[in-house]
């Protein structure tokens, strides 16, 4: 099993930045594959980014490619999500996931809220 537990969402202005972080705990084995995704009011539950946990290879969604970056501390167990030049369409709650490359794995967070006002 892999336990995941995300922090740093909040309000933020558009045009401005957040990041989130995603403590890992569990087998090592099952988190070789890591990522994000989101889920917005009324919207179906969508990949944000994923990484390799080496963090030698990232892949982006196009809505946030050049804006948000993805990364790993295996030092510190965490996963990251920088997300900068946010817009009111980023609003949403995001999850951290573990196990799939550009797809859901079965491990998840409990979910953090990021809320961009315009």
């Known amino acids: 099993q892999v336990q995941l537990v995300e922090s740093g969402g909040g309000v933020v202005q558009a045009g401005g930045s957040l990041r989130l972080s995603c403590v890992v705990s569990?087998?090592?084995?099952?988190?070789?594959?890591m990522g994000w995704f989101r889920q917005a009011p009324g919207k179906e539950r969508e990949f944000v980014a994923t990484i390799t946990w080496s963090g030698d290879a990232t892949y982006y969604a196009d809505s946030v490619k050049g804006r948000f970056t993805i990364s790993t501390d295996t030092s510190k167990n965490t996963m990251y999500l920088q997300m900068g030049s946010l817009k009111p369409d980023d609003t949403a709650v995001y999850y951290c996931?573990?196990?799939?490359?550009?797809?859901?794995?079965?491990?998840w967070g409990q979910g953090t809220q990021v809320t961009v006002s315009s």
């Open positions: 996931n573990a196990g799939g490359w550009n797809k859901p794995g079965p491990y």
């Open positions: 569990g087998r090592t084995d099952l988190r070789y594959y």
